[in-house]
């Protein structure tokens, strides 16, 4: 069995390399190609924690009173998002789970009329973005058709410069209950439409996963 699952997992990896992209590296190949694998992988692990609101904190800071520089440099209001779920998601174009920008966008345009998806490009795990504002842009475009807003690229962990949002989101005293900051890359945060957070979804959950639909149409 193990012999069978390398010698795919062999003709795979040499597939993707003979069929590169031209936009993306080898390594970007690979990993979009291994993505299915990458997540079952990680659902075997365990590491499917999701953390919900279930007390109905509100937050002691408006959500709406944020904001944030897009991924050409305007500013980006948050109160611009009322009456409307936002799935926030910290992005990198390197990392196994980058597979995900494809299931984001199709439940951005799945949901369009009541979601927005924001992702924060961040190279604060393993350097997994090292690319500039303009290159991230390019990538996703091309690789994932991403249409969904895209931050600056930012720091989202727990340290000198975290971004203005993920501080929000990551420190209970001001968002009510949640001190999780991102475990890794793509891990998500839902607000619903009066700007309360009301789930954590870890990396190894896809955002088309059940939990995550029945969160956004609840």
């Known amino acids: 069995m193990i012999i069978k699952i390398a010698i795919t997992l062999g003709v795979l990896i040499t597939a993707t390399l003979l069929m590169k992209k ?18 079952w992988g ?8 999701i953390l919900i609101n279930k007390d109905k904190a509100v937050p002691m800071v408006s959500f709406y ?7 050409v440099g305007n500013d980006f209001n948050f109160a611009s ?8 998601v910290n992005t990198a174009s390197d990392c196994g789970f980058t597979g995900q920008y494809e299931a984001l966008e ?17 190279n604060d795990f393993k350097e997994q973005e090292k690319g500039d504002n303009e290159n991230i842009a390019a990538f996703c475009k091309k690789n994932y058709g991403v249409t969904f807003p895209l931050m600056s690229k930012s720091i989202v962990l727990k340290k000198n410069h975290q971004n203005e949002v993920h501080k929000w989101l990551t420190d209970m005293t001001i968002n009510g209950w949640c001190h999780q900051e991102p475990a890794w890359n793509f891990c998500k945060y839902l607000i619903n439409e009066e700007g309360t957070l009301t789930h954590y979804f870890p990396m190894s959950i896809d955002p088309l996963d059940a939990e995550v639909i029945k969160a956004i149409e609840n």
């Open 22 to 39: 031209k936009e993306m590296s080898y390594k970007q190949s690979v990993m979009k190609t291994l993505y299915p694998m990458i997540m």
């Open 42 to 49: 990680s659902r075997s692990a365990g590491k499917k924690e």
């Open 65 to 71: 009173s944020l904001s944030a520089k897009d991924i």
């Open 81 to 88: 998002l009322k009456g409307k779920k936002v799935l926030i």
């Open 106 to 122: 199709q439940l951005q345009q799945q949901f369009k009329d009541k979601l927005v998806v924001i992702g924060f490009p961040s």
